[in-house]
């Protein structure tokens, strides 16, 4: 095999490896990855194994090993700045349903609380409600309805769980990582 074909094979396996990953965080099952990086390690190895031209030379070593270096110094920045982009996505208003309440006067002198949850990104539009719920005495309220009161916003980010974000960040991220070093062994193959 030749030694792109094996490049080509370590990088799908990689990032196949990483869907597994990043799916089996947001999914829950946790032995999906002490499955699959044992098997991955394995594929590439057993296709390093079949490659028929010499690896390399100091001199292919050496533009790897400043790709490499390169690729780290800018991934590490990007990715610090990268995930607190992604957590401030995750933590905001328009990815996560949006809970309105509103106090209601009653006849006896208490207060009551109406609290509505709606669809991302439509406020107010009484279609797209998900739930609500009222509490009747907000000045003497009990814990079933704290709880309740509690529960709404932690509620709200169970949707962006469930579509896999996490997988989603791990796919992209070692498809960059891939990319950035593949453009930096590209320049200095030049360079030198």
């Given at each position: 095999m030749k030694y792109q074909v094996f490049l080509i094979i370590s990088a799908a396996v990689a990032c196949l490896v990483a869907s597994l990953i990043g799916w089996s965080m947001a999914t829950g099952y946790l032995i999906i990855p002490v499955i699959a990086i044992p098997l991955g390690v394995i594929i590439v190895f057993a296709c390093r194994q079949h490659v028929d031209i010499v690896l390399g030379d100091d001199r292919v070593r050496e533009i790897r090993s400043l790709a490499a270096l390169r690729t780290l110094e800018i991934?590490?920045?990007?990715?610090?700045?990268?995930?607190?982009?992604?957590?401030?996505?995750?933590?905001?208003?328009?990815?996560?349903?949006?809970?309105?309440?509103?106090?209601h006067p009653n006849g006896d002198g208490t207060r009551?609380?109406?609290?509505?949850?709606?669809?991302?990104?439509?406020?107010?539009?009484?279609?797209?409600?998900?739930?609500?719920?009222?509490?009747?005495?907000?000045?003497?309220?009990?814990?079933?309805?704290?709880?309740?009161?509690?529960?709404?916003?932690?509620?709200?980010?169970?949707?962006?769980?469930?579509?896999?974000?996490?997988?989603?960040?791990?796919?992209?991220?070692?498809?960059?990582?891939?990319?950035?070093?593949?453009?930096?062994?590209?320049?200095?193959?030049?360079?030198?």
């Open positions: 991934f590490v920045i990007l990715g610090a700045i990268g995930a607190v982009i992604l957590y401030s996505f995750l933590i905001s208003d328009p990815l996560s349903p949006t809970i309105n309440g509103r106090y009551s609380m109406e609290i509505t949850m709606y669809e991302p990104g439509f406020p107010g539009n009484h279609e797209h409600v998900i739930r609500s719920t009222t509490i009747p005495n907000i000045d003497a309220m009990n814990e079933t309805e704290a709880i309740q009161y509690c529960g709404f916003r932690r509620e709200s980010f169970l949707d962006n769980e469930r579509k896999g974000l996490v997988g989603i960040t791990l796919a992209c991220g070692i498809i960059s990582l891939l990319a950035l070093f593949g453009v930096f062994n590209l320049y200095y193959s030049r360079k030198f």
